[in-house]
Protein backbone atom coordinates (compact mmCIF):
# COMPACT_ATOMS: atom_id res chain seq x y z
CA UNK A 1 0.00 0.00 0.00
CA UNK A 2 0.89 3.50 -0.74
CA UNK A 3 1.49 6.20 2.44
CA UNK A 4 -1.60 8.06 0.31
CA UNK A 5 -4.04 5.51 0.74
CA UNK A 6 -2.69 4.72 4.28
CA UNK A 7 -2.63 7.90 5.57
CA UNK A 8 -6.05 8.19 6.48
CA UNK A 9 -6.60 4.57 8.36
CA UNK A 10 -6.41 6.68 11.44
CA UNK A 11 -9.75 8.95 10.57
CA UNK A 12 -11.38 6.15 9.24
CA UNK A 13 -11.30 3.78 11.96
CA UNK A 14 -12.25 6.74 14.01
CA UNK A 15 -15.13 7.37 12.59
CA UNK A 16 -16.13 3.31 12.64
CA UNK A 17 -15.34 3.56 16.82
CA UNK A 18 -17.99 6.67 16.79
CA UNK A 19 -20.45 4.84 14.68
CA UNK A 20 -19.83 1.92 16.90
CA UNK A 21 -20.03 3.83 20.12
CA UNK A 22 -23.83 5.05 18.79
CA UNK A 23 -25.06 1.88 18.27
CA UNK A 24 -23.82 0.67 21.27
CA UNK A 25 -25.61 3.42 22.85
CA UNK A 26 -28.74 2.58 21.26
CA UNK A 27 -28.59 -1.25 22.19
CA UNK A 28 -27.75 -0.24 25.60
CA UNK A 29 -30.29 2.36 26.37
CA UNK A 30 -32.81 -0.28 24.75
CA UNK A 31 -32.43 -3.38 26.93
CA UNK A 32 -32.06 -0.97 29.94
CA UNK A 33 -36.12 0.17 29.44
CA UNK A 34 -36.93 -3.38 28.25
CA UNK A 35 -35.79 -4.76 31.39
CA UNK A 36 -37.60 -1.56 32.99
CA UNK A 37 -40.47 -2.13 31.10
CA UNK A 38 -40.31 -6.28 32.05
CA UNK A 39 -39.77 -4.93 35.89
CA UNK A 40 -42.86 -2.93 35.74
CA UNK A 41 -45.07 -5.56 34.16
CA UNK A 42 -43.61 -8.15 36.89
CA UNK A 43 -44.10 -5.73 39.98
CA UNK A 44 -45.85 -2.94 39.55
CA UNK A 45 -45.58 -1.18 43.04
CA UNK A 46 -41.58 -1.18 42.80
CA UNK A 47 -41.58 1.79 39.78
CA UNK A 48 -40.66 4.47 41.47
CA UNK A 49 -37.64 2.50 42.50
CA UNK A 50 -37.15 0.60 39.21
CA UNK A 51 -37.68 4.17 37.53
CA UNK A 52 -34.52 5.66 39.38
CA UNK A 53 -31.88 3.19 38.75
CA UNK A 54 -33.06 2.74 35.16
CA UNK A 55 -32.23 6.60 34.71
CA UNK A 56 -29.11 6.06 36.35
CA UNK A 57 -28.44 3.15 34.22
CA UNK A 58 -29.03 5.32 31.14
CA UNK A 59 -27.03 8.27 32.60
CA UNK A 60 -24.21 6.05 32.40
CA UNK A 61 -24.42 4.39 29.10
CA UNK A 62 -25.09 7.57 28.04
CA UNK A 63 -21.88 9.01 29.68
CA UNK A 64 -19.69 6.06 28.38
CA UNK A 65 -21.04 7.03 24.98
CA UNK A 66 -20.18 10.37 24.87
CA UNK A 67 -16.85 9.81 26.44
CA UNK A 68 -16.00 7.36 23.50
CA UNK A 69 -17.45 10.24 20.75
CA UNK A 70 -15.11 12.69 22.29
CA UNK A 71 -12.41 10.31 22.05
CA UNK A 72 -12.89 9.19 18.67
CA UNK A 73 -13.27 13.18 17.21
CA UNK A 74 -9.96 14.22 19.14
CA UNK A 75 -8.36 11.18 17.19
CA UNK A 76 -9.69 12.40 13.83
CA UNK A 77 -9.18 16.22 14.71
CA UNK A 78 -6.22 16.11 17.49
Known amino acids: M ?3 TTAH ?5 AAAGMGLSVVG ?4 VGLIFASFIQGIA ?3 ELEGKLMTWT ?3 AAIVEGIAIFAAIMCFLAIHG
Open 25 to 28: LGVG
Open 2 to 4: TPE
Open 9 to 13: FGQIS
Open 55 to 57: LVG
Open 42 to 44: RQP
